[in-house]
C-alpha cells in the first residue's frame, strides 16, 4: 500500500508543475473515475498555497471546477453507455466491479441528494456520477450537486495541506479528528434537504 501511495504522490507531484492547472486535471482525473486519490492532490494544492502560488481559495475553486468537469464525463459515459457498458469495459479505465455497484446502491438506497452527500466520503464520491447518468438524473441539479458538495472538501484537504506546509504528505495522520466533522456535514445536509423538502411541500400545498 505505500508503494502505491508513493505512486500517486509522485503523479500529483507531476501535476503540481503546473500549478492550478495541475490541480484541475488531476481533480478531474479522479471525478472521471481515475483512481488518483484527492487526498493526495488537494494537500498538494494547499502546499502550493503554502508556497505563494495561488491561495486556498483559488486552489479549491480550481480544485472544485475540476470535480465538476470529471463528474460530467463520469455523467456522460454512465447516460450514454449504460450500466452493461460500464461492467463490460469499465476495467480497462480503472473502475472495479465492487467499487461500480458500491456507488451504484448508494445512489438507488438515497436518490439524487445522493450526489451532494457522496462527495464527502471517499472511494464513493468518485465512482457516483456514474449510477446518475444511467439514472438519467436532471443535468443542471447533477451539477449543483457536484458543486456544493465538492466544494467543503477541496477546502478542506487543501486548507489541511497549506497548514501542514512541507510535511503535507503526512496528512492521513492528522485526518483522524476529521472524521467527525465529515460525519456532522453529512448529517446536516440530510437534516437540511429534509427541512427544505417539508418547507417545499407546505409551500406547494398553500399554492393549491
Not at 464525463?73 to 480503472?94: D, S
Not at 447533477?142 to 503535507?168: A, E
Not at 472524521?179 to 393549491?208: H, M, N, P, R, T
Request: proline letters at 3%; aromatic letters at 16%.
Amino acid at each position: 500500500m505505500e508503494f502505491i501511495k508513493q505512486i500517486f504522490i509522485s503523479i500529483a507531484e507531476y501535476l503540481s508543475q503546473f500549478g492550478h492547472l495541475g490541480i484541475f486535471i488531476g481533480m478531474t482525473l479522479e471525478s472521471a473515475c481515475i483512481p488518483i486519490p484527492s487526498e493526495v492532490i488537494l494537500p498538494l494544492g494547499g502546499y502550493l498555497a503554502y508556497k505563494g502560488i495561488g491561495s486556498v481559495l483559488s486552489m479549491t475553486i480550481v480544485a472544485t471546477l475540476g470535480c465538476l468537469a470529471g463528474s460530467v464525463i463520469a455523467y456522460v459515459v454512465g447516460y450514454f453507455g449504460g450500466r452493461p457498458f460500464i461492467l463490460k469495459y469499465g476495467k480497462y479505465f480503472f473502475i472495479s466491479k465492487h467499487d461500480f455497484e458500491r456507488a451504484e446502491k448508494f445512489f438507488q438506497k438515497r436518490g439524487e441528494i445522493t450526489i451532494f452527500l457522496s462527495r464527502l466520503l471517499p472511494v464513493i464520491r468518485t465512482f457516483i456520477s456514474l449510477p446518475a447518468g444511467i439514472a438519467k438524473m436532471n443535468f443542471v441539479k447533477f451539477c449543483i450537486y457536484t458543486v456544493l458538495g465538492s466544494f467543503p472538501w477541496c477546502l478542506l484537504f487543501v486548507y489541511l495541506g497549506k497548514k501542514l506546509g512541507d510535511n503535507w504528505k503526512s496528512i492521513e495522520e492528522h485526518l483522524k479528528g476529521f472524521d467527525y466533522l465529515i460525519l456532522a456535514l453529512i448529517i446536516a445536509a440530510i437534516v437540511g434537504y429534509v427541512v427544505y423538502k417539508i418547507f417545499k411541500g407546505k409551500k406547494s400545498a398553500e399554492v393549491e
